[in-house]
Every structure is written in structure tokens, then in C-alpha cells.
């Protein structure tokens, strides 16, 4: 619970290929998505409770991004 609420908040992290990059990127680079859930408990007489989620997604690469969009390689 946050806030003193009864609130809580659930949450999911998935790692899968980024079907808009190349296929010689894409044993590389990962697309990354977070997705939260919570309910908002009823407020009122006439007010049902509600589902909220959001999501974010970013991009994971081996070694770091810089190295795919600048040219750099690593020595490793």
C-alpha cells in the first residue's frame, strides 16, 4: 500500500526481441517493458471502483547502445 491506501500496485517486466530492428541487431538488442496495474478502491455511493495500467518500454543492448549507434566496438 502507498500513501496509507489500500491501494496496490502490480507490477511486470518482459524482455523479447525489438521486431523493428534489423535482423542483425536482434540477437543484440532487447526491447525492455514495464506494465503496472492498480485498482482505485470505490470513493462515493454511485462511484465503482477503477483498473488503471501504464507502461513504459525501453531498449536494452549487449554492451551498451552507444556501440550500435556510433560505431565503437569493445575489446572484451
Do not use: D
Not at 4 to 10: A, E, T, W
Not at 18 to 46: E, Y
Amino acid at each position: 500500500s502507498t500513501n496509507g491506501s489500500s491501494v496496490i500496485y502490480y507490477g511486470t517486466i518482459t524482455v523479447g526481441p525489438n521486431a523493428n530492428l534489423p535482423s542483425t541487431f536482434s540477437s543484440l538488442v532487447r526491447l525492455v517493458t514495464v506494465s503496472v496495474t492498480w485498482t482505485t478502491p470505490k470513493s462515493g455511493l454511485f462511484q465503482n471502483s477503477e483498473v488503471h495500467t501504464r507502461s513504459m518500454q525501453t531498449q536494452s543492448a549487449c554492451y551498451g547502445l552507444q556501440n550500435y549507434l556510433y560505431g565503437v566496438t569493445n575489446s572484451i
